[in-house]
């Protein structure tokens, strides 16, 4: 009887260790499950097929919801070149915001508020980099063309927005024209 007895204690310890096991292997594939669905889900939005570049985005938190507030960060980055934002250079990049399709509603607002507030990382700007190197590799030059104008025309209107004196001179400062030249780089193909 007392070897039916260590034998079930034996069993028991064994399966209590497997459970245990199992419960850390189930975990861990469902952690890789769900990276994998947002990698998916995010290059379906996005179009890229890269898995480091998405892989990138992710750890920047970029997802499908998130996406149209990336596609702002050269706003938000031409504005903060000279190290400050003002009153015309936010509500330029509200404008351009508004035309993204980015309201208040949106659920990347907050995140996009948050770069209003403060200077943008860098990591941000070599992230957005990356994503359009990789979203313009997989369009034709039209439709390339296209975004670039579009996108960098929403950010020269933030960087105009408060040049000038008057409405005259300069209404681009010269490190604004940088931030535009550099932006400009990541649409080569």
Request: no cysteine; aromatic share 6%.
């Amino acid at each position: 009887m007392s070897n039916d007895f260590l034998g079930d204690r034996k069993a028991g310890l064994e399966d209590a260790f497997f459970a245990q096991q199992d419960a850390i292997l189930r975990r861990r594939l469902g952690e890789k499950d769900e990276t994998n669905a947002r990698r998916e889900a995010l290059s379906v939005v996005s179009g890229i097929k890269d898995d480091a570049v998405l892989d990138k985005l992710l750890a920047q938190n970029v997802t499908g919801a998130t996406l149209a507030a990336l596609s702002l960060v050269p706003l938000v980055v031409v504005a903060w070149a000279d190290g400050s934002l003002d009153a015309k250079e936010r509500s330029a990049i509200l404008a351009g915001a508004e035309q993204a399709g980015l309201g208040k509603e949106h659920a990347s607002y907050q995140l996009f508020e948050g770069w209003l507030a403060r200077k943008p990382p860098p990591e941000l700007v070599a992230t957005w980099r990356e994503y359009v190197s990789a979203l313009s590799a997989t369009l034709t030059d039209d439709a390339r063309q296209a975004l670039k104008s579009e996108l960098l025309g929403r950010a020269r209107a933030v960087a105009e927005a408060a040049g000038g004196f008057m409405g005259m001179g300069q209404k681009v400062s010269a490190a604004e024209a940088a931030v535009l030249g550099e932006l400009e780089q990541a649409f080569v193909a």
